[in-house]
C-alpha cells in the first residue's frame, strides 16, 4: 500500500503541488526562526566565553521597570569585596545605556535596534569588560575611546573630535584609542564609548556612583562558594554572579534585542499553516471524491478500508515529507539571509555558522507531517468507508453527508460566542481584550461550522449584480453545487481577513486615539520637546536663554511598583497642570500636589483600587515610600503614571534627566523664529526634536504606522496562501469536470465564455471569504476599542476604505487565481474531454 501510495503522488503530483507550497512556506519561517535563533545563541555563548571576571556583582533594583538612571554601587561594596579572602581583585566599574554617538555629519550613528553604552576605563586586565586593540587609555572629560567597529563604520581615527551624547551632557573629546566591544552582559556586541573613571561618573551619571564590581578570584578558589560568601557578607541589595551566570543573562537580553524578529518569522508561519491547512483539507477532499472508483476497485479486489485509508494517509504524509524538507531548506536560507544582512549592515554581533540542530530538524518535520496528515485524515477516512460495489457503478459521484450534526455544532459554538462577547463587553481593560479574542474564535470556529449552509445563497446573493449572462450563471452556480468546497476554500480567506481587519481597526482607533488624546491633553504651549531617550538637564536650561521664549516646563519619569503591579511615576515642574497640559480633574484637587500628594488618571486609579485621600505604598529604586491620592483626573495621553512634583519626583529617586519640555512662547512672537532659535541653541543635541501640536501629534503616530505596516504584510502574506487556496480549487475542479466542460464546449460556448465561467467561480468565492472576514474583523476591533477606552483607545475609527481596498484586493486575487484553471479548462480537447470517464 506505501508503494500504492508513492505511484499516487507521483502519477497525480501537480493535484499536490499547491499543497506542498502551502506546507513549505510554514515550515520556511518556523526553521528558519529556529534556526536564526539557536545561530544567534551560538555565537553569542562563543562571545561571552570571552568574559574574564569571575564574579560580577550589581545593585538589585527593587523594581522591575526602566528608571530614568541606573542603580548604583557605592564605593564602599567595593572595599570590601576587595577585602574578602580568595579574592585577587575587585575593580569597581561603570556601564551606562542611552548614550548617542554622534556621526561626522552630526546625526546620531545607526546602531540597528542596539543600543550604546558609556562605560569607565578598567583598572585591572583580569577583569576588563573591553579590550584597548590600538592607541591609548583615556584621561580627562576631553579624551575618549570607541569600539574599533563603530569606528571603522564611521571613519573615525585617533586624533580625532568625537561628539558624544550622555544623559548628563553633551561632551566633545579627542579619540585617543581603539577597543573591542562589551564582552559580556547587555553591552556585549553593542557599541561601547569609555572614559576614565572620574570622567565617566561625572559625564555619564554627572554624580558619584558605579553600577557593577568586577571580581577576579585567586587561582583554586569555586566561584560558586565564593559568591555565596560575598552574597552573605554584602547583603541582598546586590546581585553576586558567576560568569556563567552573567553570560545566560546577556544571552537572554540580547535574545530580548533580535526575539521581535523571530516572533514575527513565528507569526508568519503560524498564519501560514493555520491558512494551509484548509489548502489540504480541500485538496484532499476534492481528490478522494475524483478517485472514488479507483478507490473502490481497490476494496473490489481485496483491500480492507483500513488499507485505502492508510493509502490516502501515505500521500498525506509523503507531500508533507517533501514539503518539511523543501521547507527546512527555505528555512536555513531565510536565517542565512538574515545573518548576512546584520553582517552587510556591519554590526558588532559575533557571527557563528548556521546551527541547523537536531530540535528543528524534529520540529519541522513533526508540524508538516503531522499537520498534512491531521488535515487529510477527514478524507481519508471517508475513503476507507467506500462499498467495493462503487466501482461498478457508472456515476461514481459520492453522496453528501447531511449538514445537520455540521450545523448544530455550528450554531453551538455561534450562541457560546454571543454568551461571551456579552461577558467581555461588560468587562474593562486588557482582560476585556482577551475575552473579546476568545469570542472572535469562536465566531470564526462557529462559521467555518455553519458556512456550507450559509454559502448557496451567500454566493448567489453576491452575484446578482453581475447579472445573468451564461457564463455568470454557470459560474455562481459552480460555486453554490458543492458548498462544502466552496465554504472551506472561502474559510481560509476569512480568517485571514477577520484577523487583518481586527487589527486595521484598532490601529485606525488607536491613530484616532493619540489625536484625540493630543489635542485635549496639550493646552497652552506652542512647542513640544522630545526625544528618543531622556536627555539632559541642559536641553531645558538652553531653550530658556532664548529670546522669544517665555517658560519652559518640564516632565520627568521614572518607574515603580504598586503592589505587585508595575507603574511609571512622573514629575512635572510648577505651572505644568493646567497649562501646557490640560488635566480635568474628575475628584480632589491638584493644589494638593504641592503638599507631596500625588494626582492619578482615572484608569490606573481603576487598575490600582485607589481614591481621593487613600494612602498606598509605591516602590521605585530608592526604596518603598508611602503616598497619598490627591486628585484623580480623566485618562490623559501626555501622562498616564502618578503625577508628583519635580521634588517630590526626586525624593521618590527620579533622575535629574527630563523626558519632554513644553515651551511657551511669548506673545507677538513669530513662532517659526523661535523654533528655529530653540533648534540653534540644543544642536550638539541632535536626537532631541521640536515641534509644534500638528508635528507632535505627527510623530505620536510613527509606531502606530509602523504596526499598519507589519499588518500591511499579513494581510499580503494571508492574501497569497488564500490565492493558493483558491488556485488548487479551481484546477482540481476542472480534473473533476472535464466532461461536463467538453459538453459544454460541444453545444457551442467558446473559449473566453469558460474562462469568464472560472473567474466568476473564483471572484465568487474570494468575495464571500473577504465579506465575512471583514465583518467579523470590524466587530471584534470594535470591541476591543470598547473595552480599551480607558486604556489608550478612547475613539473607534474604522478605515472604510482601507477595508474596502481589502475587498477589492480580494476580488483581484480571485481574478489572478483563475488565470492558469481557466486557461487549461479553455484549451481542452472536446472530443477527448467528451470521452473521459
Same mark, same amino acid.
Given at each position: ?35 536564526? =535563533? ?22 538589585? =533594583?527593587?523594581?522591575?521597570? @526602566? ?80 569600539? $574599533? ?29 581603539? @577597543?573591542?566591544?562589551?564582552? =559580556? ?282 447579472? $445573468? ?39 485606525? =482607533? ?227 469536470? @472535464? ?99
Amino acid at each position: 500500500m506505501l508503494k500504492l501510495a508513492l505511484r499516487s503522488v507521483r502519477a497525480h503530483r501537480l493535484r499536490f503541488v499547491l499543497c506542498t507550497v502551502a506546507v513549505l512556506l510554514g515550515i520556511g519561517f518556523v526553521s528558519g526562526a529556529m534556526v536564526f =535563533s539557536d545561530t544567534l545563541a551560538a555565537a553569542l555563548k562563543k562571545n561571552f566565553a570571552a568574559a574574564t571576571a569571575d564574579l560580577t556583582i550589581t545593585p538589585v =533594583s527593587p523594581v522591575s521597570g @526602566t528608571p530614568n538612571r541606573p542603580p548604583t554601587l557605592p564605593i564602599d561594596v567595593a572595599n570590601k569585596v576587595a577585602s574578602t579572602p580568595g579574592v585577587a581583585a575587585a575593580d569597581a566599574q561603570l556601564l551606562v545605556p542611552d548614550v548617542e554617538i554622534l556621526a561626522k555629519d552630526g546625526q546620531p550613528i545607526d546602531t540597528y535596534s542596539l543600543d550604546t553604552f558609556g562605560a569607565s576605563w578598567p583598572h585591572d586586565d583580569r577583569t576588563a569588560p573591553f579590550k584597548l586593540v590600538e592607541g591609548s587609555a583615556p584621561w580627562g572629560t576631553e579624551q575618549l575611546t570607541l569600539d $574599533r567597529t563603530t569606528a571603522d563604520r564611521e571613519g573615525f581615527e585617533i586624533g580625532q573630535k568625537v561628539k558624544v551624547v550622555t544623559p548628563a551632557r553633551a561632551v566633545t573629546a579627542t579619540l585617543t584609542g581603539l @577597543t573591542t566591544p562589551g564582552l =559580556s552582559g547587555t553591552s556585549a556586541g553593542a557599541p561601547l564609548v569609555a572614559f576614565d573613571s572620574a570622567s565617566a561618573q561625572l559625564l555619564l551619571l554627572g554624580e558619584p556612583g558605579w553600577t557593577s564590581i568586577a571580581v577576579a578570584l585567586q587561582p583554586g578558589q569555586n566561584p560558586d562558594a565564593l559568591a555565596r560568601t560575598i552574597q552573605a557578607q554584602v547583603g541582598d541589595t546586590v546581585q553576586v554572579r558567576t560568569a556563567a551566570q552573567v553570560a545566560d543573562d546577556g544571552e537572554s537580553a540580547l535574545d530580548d534585542t533580535f526575539g521581535g524578529l523571530t516572533a514575527a518569522l513565528l507569526l508568519f508561519a503560524g498564519l501560514a499553516l493555520f491558512v494551509g491547512t484548509f489548502l489540504i483539507v480541500n485538496t484532499f477532499a476534492m481528490v478522494v471524491a475524483q478517485r472514488s472508483r479507483e478507490l473502490a476497485l481497490l476494496r473490489a479486489v481485496g483491500a480492507s478500508g483500513g488499507q485505502v485509508t492508510g493509502t490516502v494517509l501515505g500521500e498525506a504524509l509523503v507531500i508533507g515529507a517533501i514539503g518539511s524538507t523543501l521547507g527546512l531548506l527555505l528555512g536555513v536560507g531565510v536565517a542565512g539571509l538574515i545573518q548576512y544582512l546584520y553582517q552587510r549592515l556591519d554590526l558588532a554581533i559575533p557571527s557563528a555558522a548556521l546551527q541547523v540542530s537536531p530540535a528543528t530538524v524534529i520540529a519541522s518535520y513533526v508540524l508538516g507531517i503531522g499537520i498534512t496528515a491531521a488535515a487529510a485524515y477527514p478524507a481519508a477516512r471517508r475513503a476507507g468507508k467506500l462499498p467495493p460495489v462503487v466501482a461498478l457503478k457508472a456515476d461514481t459521484t459520492l453522496p453528501e453527508r447531511s449538514l445537520v450534526v455540521r450545523v448544530v455544532i455550528g450554531a453551538f459554538l455561534l450562541l457560546m460566542a454571543v454568551l461571551l462577547g456579552l461577558i467581555s463587553l461588560n468587562a474593562d481593560g486588557l482582560p476585556g481584550a482577551i475575552l473579546v479574542g476568545l469570542t472572535t474564535a469562536f465566531v470564526l470556529l462557529g462559521l467555518v461550522m455553519t458556512l456550507p449552509l450559509l454559502s448557496r445563497y451567500a454566493v448567489r446573493a453576491l452575484m446578482l449584480p453581475f447579472g $445573468r449572462r451564461a457564463a455568470v450563471l454557470l459560474g455562481r452556480r459552480n460555486a453554490e453545487r458543492n458548498p462544502r468546497r466552496t465554504s472551506a476554500t472561502a474559510s481560509a480567506l476569512m480568517i485571514a481577513l477577520a484577523l487583518v481587519s481586527g487589527l486595521f481597526v484598532i490601529a485606525a =482607533s488607536a491613530k484616532a486615539s493619540v489625536d484625540q488624546g493630543i489635542a485635549d491633553a496639550i493646552g497652552s504651549s506652542e512647542l513640544v520637546v522630545t526625544g528618543d531617550r531622556p536627555f539632559s538637564t541642559a536641553v531645558g536650561d538652553a531653550m530658556a536663554k532664548v529670546q522669544g521664549v517665555s517658560a519652559v516646563h518640564r516632565v520627568r519619569q521614572s518607574s515603580g511598583e504598586v503592589g505587585d503591579q508595575p507603574v511609571a511615576l512622573a514629575g512635572v515642574s510648577d505651572g505644568t497642570l493646567g497649562g501646557p497640559i490640560t488635566a480635568k480633574v474628575l475628584t480632589g484637587s491638584l493644589d494638593s500636589l504641592a503638599q507631596g500628594q500625588v494626582a492619578l488618571p482615572r484608569n490606573l486609579a481603576n487598575r490600582l483600587e485607589l481614591t481621593v485621600g487613600e494612602p498606598f505604598t509605591l516602590t521605585t529604586t530608592t526604596g518603598k515610600h508611602q503616598l497619598t491620592v490627591g486628585a484623580v483626573i480623566a485618562p490623559n495621553q501626555q501622562l498616564d503614571a502618578v503625577i508628583t512634583t519635580l521634588p517630590r519626583f526626586r525624593e521618590l529617586g527620579g533622575g535629574e534627566i527630563d523626558a519632554t519640555l513644553y515651551v511657551d512662547v511669548a506673545d507677538g512672537t513669530d513662532l517659526g523664529a523661535v523654533r528655529q532659535a530653540v533648534l540653534g541653541a540644543v544642536k550638539d543635541y541632535p536626537s532631541v526634536a521640536v515641534r509644534d501640536q500638528q508635528a507632535y501629534a505627527a510623530a505620536q503616530r510613527g509606531p502606530i504606522n509602523g504596526v499598519l505596516g507589519v499588518v500591511g504584510a499579513l494581510l499580503g502574506f494571508a492574501v497569497l496562501i488564500a490565492l493558493l487556496g483558491i488556485v488548487n480549487t479551481l484546477a482540481l475542479g476542472v480534473v473533476e469536470r @472535464t466532461r461536463e466542460l467538453g459538453l459544454l464546449r460541444a453545444i457551442g460556448m467558446d473559449r473566453p465564455q469558460v474562462r469568464r465561467m472560472l473567474r466568476v467561480e473564483a471572484v465568487a468565492i474570494a468575495v464571500f471569504g473577504a465579506i465575512l472576514g471583514m465583518v467579523v474583523g470590524v466587530l471584534a476591533g470594535a470591541a476591543v476599542q470598547h473595552v480599551m477606552v480607558d486604556d489608550g483607545l478612547a475613539v473607534l475609527d474604522v478605515p472604510v476604505l482601507q477595508l474596502a481596498g481589502a475587498v477589492v484586493v480580494s476580488a483581484i486575487v480571485g481574478v489572478l487565481a483563475a488565470i492558469w484553471p481557466s486557461r487549461r479548462a479553455a484549451r481542452l480537447d472536446v472530443l477527448r474531454a467528451i470521452a473521459t470517464e
